[in-house]
């Protein structure tokens, strides 16, 4: 495993995508500060000193169809979680399909990206770092201070767990435990569907990654690319 450490880029995701020639599976980009670091959909992911910045590559099994590399958000996603809770004991739950909440707040983001036959996941974690004032109210860290690149090495071997599961068929194993964790669940959310709008109450996360949602007592399932959650909730 490589774990190249950096002071400043604009995202760990662009410079392991640009360099990717270079990187094997579970090798690690790290970064002190981001520049331009993203999310889902473009979103800005604000930076700030001691947070725990890092993407890893992923070469896929080649035993597995592609269509099932649409659950990687799903398994990076609760990967983190449990790499989290050896790191320091909390009520972590997992919002569908890229975020870590705790105290109902945003402790992570997680962001995979396709670059070929390969797959590059980045992640951002507050762990040591002051959440500024105006974000307060949406963004949690940890209670503790931690050494960070202990916690990025946790995540990424907490990962290879997770995937070599995966691999070896193990995906609905996997998904009980992702909806014990399923922050949405039984919440009041709005869900954009194009230009229309619905009230709905979350339910759990599909064998096939989407998200069930009742909706005028009618069960629809969602994939992350069609719908968009409104911020707050009902």
Do not use: C
């Given at each position: 495993?490589?774990?190249?450490?950096?002071?400043?880029?604009?995202?760990?995701?662009?410079?392991?995508?640009?360099?990717?020639?270079?990187?094997?599976?579970?090798?690690?980009?790290?970064?002190?500060?981001?520049?331009?670091?993203?999310?889902?959909?473009?979103?800005?992911?604000?930076s700030?000193?001691?947070?725990?910045?890092?993407?890893?590559?992923?070469?896929?099994?080649?035993?597995?169809?592609?269509?099932?590399?649409?659950?990687?958000?799903?398994?990076?996603?609760i990967?983190?979680?449990?790499?989290?809770?050896?790191?320091?004991?909390?009520?972590?739950?997992?919002?569908?399909?890229?975020?870590?909440?705790?105290?109902?707040?945003?402790?992570s983001?997680?962001?995979?990206?396709?670059?070929?036959?390969?797959?590059?996941?980045?992640?951002?974690?507050?762990?040591?770092?002051?959440?500024?004032?105006?974000?307060?109210?949406?963004?949690?860290?940890?209670?503790?201070?931690?050494?960070?690149?202990?916690?990025?090495?946790?995540?990424?071997?907490?990962?290879?767990?997770?995937?070599?599961?995966?691999?070896?068929?193990?995906?609905?194993?996997?998904?009980?435990?992702?909806?014990?964790?399923?922050?949405?669940?039984?919440?009041?959310?709005?869900v954009?569907?194009?230009?229309?709008?619905?009230?709905?109450?979350?339910?759990?996360?599909n064998?096939?990654?989407?998200?069930?949602?009742?909706?005028?007592?009618?069960?629809?399932?969602?994939?992350?690319?069609?719908?968009?959650?409104?911020?707050?909730?009902?």
């Open positions: 495993m490589k774990f190249l450490k950096l002071d400043e880029i604009d995202s760990t995701n662009n410079y392991m995508k640009k360099n990717i020639d270079k990187f094997s599976s579970y090798d690690i980009v790290s970064a002190k500060n981001q520049t331009s670091g993203r999310g889902r959909r473009g979103n800005t992911w604000v700030s000193k001691g947070m725990a910045l890092f993407s890893f590559l992923l070469k896929p099994d080649k035993k597995l169809d592609i269509n099932e590399y649409t659950k990687l958000p799903l398994i990076a996603g990967a983190t979680l449990s790499a989290m809770k050896k790191i320091e004991e909390n009520d972590y739950k997992y919002k569908w399909t890229n975020d870590i909440y705790l105290e109902e707040k945003k402790l983001g997680i962001l995979v990206e396709k670059v070929e036959n390969d797959f590059v996941i980045g992640i951002g974690i507050n762990v040591n770092n002051q959440i500024p004032e105006e974000i307060k109210d949406i963004a949690v860290s940890l209670k503790n201070k931690h050494d960070i690149d202990k916690v990025i090495l946790t995540v990424v071997e907490t990962f290879a767990d997770y995937y070599n599961k995966f691999s070896s068929g193990e995906w609905l194993d996997i998904l009980d435990e992702i909806n014990k964790y399923n922050f949405l669940k039984n919440k009041k959310i709005k954009n569907v194009g230009s229309e709008v619905y009230n709905g109450e979350a339910l759990d996360i064998k096939d990654g989407r998200l069930a949602v009742k909706i005028n007592n009618e069960i629809k399932y969602f994939n992350a690319g069609e719908i968009r959650i409104e911020k707050g909730f009902i």
